[in-house]
Structure formats: structure tokens, C-alpha cells
């Protein structure tokens, strides 16, 4: 069993910063790809970025490739993503998600994250 935790949002204006942390319990988290994904209200869940286990190989969603950066840090059991130059359309709950292999798919993914609120005022 793997438990994730994320951490970091917040409120920012636009054009600003947030580092979201995910922090995993359980000895498998260097075997996981790792993903984050938002739900805004009223929409449906969306991808946002995945890593692979090694963290040689990532993926980004059309709308956050260029200002979100997705890394992970094995030692620590902790996945992280940088967010840059932060929209008010970025205002979402992001969940950390873990499973046995990068996919922009939710459905591809076993571990959940309780979700980590950003909202980006205008």
C-alpha cells in the first residue's frame, strides 16, 4: 500500500508561483510513475503532468507544457511540480496520483492523494 500526501497550494496571483510536494509512504514509490491531476468546480478531473519511475521520461498536458515542470526525488519518496507563470484557469484541486506506469489516463493510476487546493486570482 502506498499513501500519498501532497502539499503546497495556496492562493496566488496571476503570474506568480506554487511548488506542489507529494510525499509517498511505502517502500514501492521508486517503482511508481507519478502523475498530478486537477478538478476545477464543475469540471471533470484533467491531467496535468506524469513521470516515470526513473523520472527519465515525463508528459504534460497541452495547456501547462512550458510553464509546469513535474521531477521527483526518489530518495525522499517525493514528487513535485513547479508552476509558473500561474493562470486564474489553473484554479483547481490537484491530486498526486501513483501507478505502475505513465499514463495521461486517471484510470491508469491505483494511489490517490487527499488534493491540494490552488486558486490564482486575476
Known amino acids: 500500500q502506498v499513501q500519498l500526501v501532497e502539499s503546497g497550494g495556496g492562493l496566488v496571483q496571476a503570474g506568480g508561483s506554487l511548488r506542489l510536494s507529494c510525499a509517498a509512504s511505502?517502500?514501492?514509490?521508486?517503482?511508481?510513475?507519478m502523475g498530478w491531476f486537477r478538478q476545477a468546480p464543475g469540471k471533470e478531473r484533467e491531467f496535468v503532468a506524469a513521470?516515470?519511475?526513473?523520472?527519465?521520461?515525463?508528459s504534460y498536458a497541452g495547456s501547462v507544457k512550458g510553464r509546469f515542470t513535474i521531477s521527483r526525488d526518489n530518495a525522499k519518496n517525493t514528487v513535485y511540480l513547479q508552476m509558473n507563470s500561474l493562470k486564474p484557469e489553473d484554479t483547481a484541486v490537484y491530486y498526486c496520483?501513483?501507478?505502475?506506469?505513465?499514463?495521461?489516463?486517471?484510470?491508469?493510476?491505483?494511489?490517490w492523494g487527499q488534493g491540494t487546493q490552488v486558486t490564482v486570482s486575476s
Open positions: 513521470i516515470a519511475w526513473s523520472g527519465g521520461i515525463t
Open positions: 511505502g517502500r514501492t514509490f521508486s517503482s511508481l510513475a
Open positions: 496520483a501513483g501507478g505502475p506506469s505513465i499514463s495521461t489516463n486517471d484510470r491508469g493510476y491505483d494511489y
